[in-house]
T-cell receptor
Framework: GEQVEQRPPHLSVREGDSAFITCTYT??????FFWYKQEPGASLQLLMK?????EINEGQGFTVLLNKKDKRLSLNLTAAHPGDSAAYFC?????????????FGSGTRLQVYA | GPKVLQIPSHQIIDMGQMVTLNCDPV?????FYWYKQILGQQMEFLVN????????KSKLFKDQFSVERPDGSYFTLKIQPTALEDSAVYFC?????????????FGPGTRLTVL
């Protein structure tokens, strides 16, 4: 089945710097991709959902890149600020999984310091 | 935005006891899910549920697990009896659709510790 590997597990950056998180997946039939943010004690909040036809996806303060050839999904937080400190999870969905099942990465704990 | 609530946030029980985890999904959602996350590992799919029935379950959904949503109240995950390896954070999610790529709304999780 689908395997998703997420790196790095922990990331600490200075305020104003970029934070880059990457997930690699194994199933070429995956075609929906998600990034979630989870603040301590709170629910996972959807940052962005990406369909496989779009390689560059701009959000508010971040960019999501999808490289289908390398089966890599990336989240780049540009000019990070302390409010970005949270856990970030990627998730993948596709035809070979149970419909509605998301396969998650193991998460990245991001700390942004002033 | 829409919120999924989970009760309790933490639960500590002795091995062999029964535990029920409660989820209050988004009000107009029809599909419900449980995921399990062992500390430091990925969140893994357990089960999805629609119209009173389990639709799909993973190999992690042991015989000791059951789910139900009686009369549109809480969507529950019951573990009876519990084992040490059931210690994890359990996340509930709900969605309006059951299609590939449908957005799932997650609760904050229930941290279960089995002693």
């Amino acid at each position: 089945g689908e395997q998703v590997e997420q790196r790095p597990p922990h990331l600490s950056v200075r305020e104003g710097d970029s934070a880059f998180i990457t997930c690699t997946y194994t199933d070429p039939n995956s075609y929906y991709f998600f990034w979630y943010k989870q603040e301590p004690g709170a629910s996972l909040q959807l940052l962005m959902k990406v369909f496989s036809s779009t390689e560059i996806n701009e959000g508010q303060g971040f960019t999501v890149l999808l490289n289908k050839k390398d089966k890599r999904l990336s989240l780049n937080l540009t000019a990070a600020h302390p409010g970005d400190s949270a856990a970030y999870f990627c998730a993948v969905s596709g035809e070979t999984q149970v419909v509605g099942q998301l396969t998650f990465g193991s998460g990245t704990r991001l700390q942004v310091y002033a | 935005g829409p919120k999924v609530l989970q009760i309790p946030s933490h639960q500590i029980i002795d091995m062999g006891q029964m535990v029920t985890l409660n989820c209050d999904p988004v009000s107009n959602h029809l599909y419900f899910y449980w995921y399990k996350q062992i500390l430091g590992q990925q969140m893994e799919f357990l089960v999805n549920f629609y119209n009173g029935k389990v639709m799909e379950k993973s190999k992690l959904f042991k015989d000791q697990f059951s789910v139900e949503r009686p009369d549109g109240s809480y969507f529950t995950l019951k573990i009876q009896p519990t084992a040490l390896e059931d210690s994890a954070v359990y996340f509930c999610a709900s969605s309006f659709q059951l299609v590939i790529g449908a957005e799932q709304f997650f609760g904050p999780g229930t941290r279960l510790t089995v002693l």
